[in-house]
């Protein structure tokens, strides 16, 4: 027993030893570290542990930085499903799991498993957190993404202004993260051919927002400015008070 114990804790030293060589750039060092820490841990723990499904999320974020995304894939599914066994279907690692999976069929060109993979975390963490959390609105920013590779942007539309709304809850309307929902949501509503005048409007306010932010000539401000030239809207200037 007490040998089992100090193996453990000599897998949780390998663990953090691999974060510190990740975190360093040392991308083989950690590789290393974390494949003796999961041999240790499947032997003690078995594969019904989360200690191991971690292990092996991070051995999948380590050869998805070296550029080997079919095993970066494979370790990521299979602390998926580890963690759908250990958790069940509602549960922050398993919102991560998905995500990563989405990056990693991002890379791939696998737009529809990507959209899969994105969906299903932002509805995890609607369920646990509601829709104004970080980690919701990251999620459902990446699932605007994945609905416009797939040229769906009527779907982008609903999400993106399901986004724009908690932005504005959460930052007010002054808020680079707001002119941010703006701007993609007015995109969206431009290219699915929806509602013009609405477009048009959430151009010029992304384009105040950040003519307020940061000044004419900044580069975010040239972003919107230069995606109006694109859909022929001319800035209008902010009104004095």
Known sequence: MRDDRSQLLR????????????????VKEALTNYTEALLIRRQLLGDNHADTAALYNNLGAIHQILGD?????????????MRVDIFGLVHDDLAASHDNLGNVMTAQHEPMQTLEHHHRAMLIRLHLHGPYHAGTLTSLERTI??????????HAVLFSRRWLQANQTIHGEDHAA????????AVE???????VIQANDYLQRAYRIRLKL?????A?????TNTMQKYNVTPKAPVAH
């Not at 993404?145 to 942007?153: K, P």
């Not at 509503?189 to 509602?195: F, I, S, V, Y």
């Not at 975010?220 to 919107?224: A, F, G, P, R």
Request: glycine fraction near 4%; charge should be positive.
């Open 214 to 218: 940061y000044g004419p000539a900044h």
């Open 178 to 185: 707001t002119s941010k929902a703006y701007l993609t949501t």
């Open 69 to 81: 995304l079919h095993r970066a894939q494979q370790h990521y599914h299979r602390s998926l499903t």
């Open 189 to 195: 509503l431009r290219e699915a051919r929806m509602d």
């Open 11 to 26: 897998a949780m030293s390998l663990n953090a030893l691999g974060a510190i060589h990740l975190r360093s750039g040392q």
């Open 220 to 224: 975010d401000t040239l972003e919107v």
């Open 145 to 154: 993404r994945a609905h416009v590779a797939l040229h769906e942007h009527d």
